[in-house]
Structures are given as structure tokens and as C-alpha cells.
């Protein structure tokens, strides 16, 4: 998939595949790679200094998806990329990228998610704040 323009390389992380990772089929589950997305949103959001908090406002998955290009099996450790744009008012996006470490050349899956900014108390959406998109536009690398 080619990255859109107005998406920016903000955040990388690795992490290792774990044996409990694979399914029967001897490959990495497939709703395991919406974990692998999640912990580096999570990831990005503790390297901008803006851990999430349940009480107060904060980024909320409204859809996410997945494409499966190549399988991932155990051992290993994967680097998963997170890139950022197409802003809104209260929303922006991501996209994620999986390559193992030891081949670093190949991306093994491809997905994202829309994530919209929540007043978790009143739980409907919030503007973005200003500084908070001009973090998101911040490389963590």
C-alpha cells in the first residue's frame, strides 16, 4: 500500500513475536496483529508524554483494519512503523507496517485505524487539541 502524502513517519517500536502469539495453524494469529497495532499506538502515545487516561480526554478507536501480506512465525522480533495524517476536527488516522527484524526489507502486514479524540466523561468526541496534533506530527524516532 502506498503511504499517502500527508501521512508522516512518527513512531517506531520493537517487540518480540511470543510463542502464545501463533495459532494451530503454526503462523502469528491474525487478531493478534491488532494487538501488535495497538501497543504501538499505546507506545507513540507514552513517547509524546500523553499516556491514555480514563478520565479525562483521549484517543478512541472507531474502526481499525488489516491487510495480511506475508505470515509471521515464532521466534522473532518485529519493528512495527506508525505513521499519522488525514486530520479532523476531533480525528485522525494511522497507519501501521510489520517487518520482521530480520528482514527488514519485507512488510509483513499493513493496517491502521481512525482514531477520534474523547471526552471519556461525557464519552462523545472532543476537538483535538492543538498541541496534541502538533505532537502527533512530531517524529518520536
Same mark, same amino acid.
Given at each position: ?55 479525562? #480526554? ?8 488489516? #491487510? ?13 512503523? #506508525? ?10 488516522? #494511522? ?47
Amino acid at each position: 500500500m502506498a503511504v499517502p502524502e500527508n501521512y508522516s513517519l512518527v513512531h517506531r517500536v520493537r517487540m518480540p513475536i511470543r510463542w502464545g502469539d501463533m495459532d494451530a495453524m503454526g503462523h502469528v494469529n491474525n487478531t493478534v496483529y491488532f494487538r501488535y497495532f495497538e501497543q504501538a499506538r499505546i507506545a507513540l502515545f507514552e513517547a509524546m508524554g500523553c499516556p491514555p487516561d480514563p478520565s479525562g #480526554t483521549g484517543p478512541v478507536i472507531i474502526s481499525a483494519h488489516c #491487510t495480511f501480506l506475508r505470515q509471521l512465525r515464532y521466534p522473532g522480533d518485529i519493528d512495527i512503523d #506508525t505513521l499519522v495524517g488525514e486530520f479532523g476536527r476531533s480525528s485522525f488516522h #494511522t497507519i501501521h507496517r510489520i517487518r520482521r527484524v530480520d528482514d527488514p526489507e519485507a512488510v509483513m502486514a499493513e493496517g491502521g485505524a481512525k482514531v477520534v479524540w474523547v471526552d471519556q466523561q461525557i464519552e462523545r468526541s472532543a476537538p483535538l487539541p492543538p498541541e496534541m496534533r502538533k505532537r502527533l506530527m512530531t517524529s518520536y524516532l
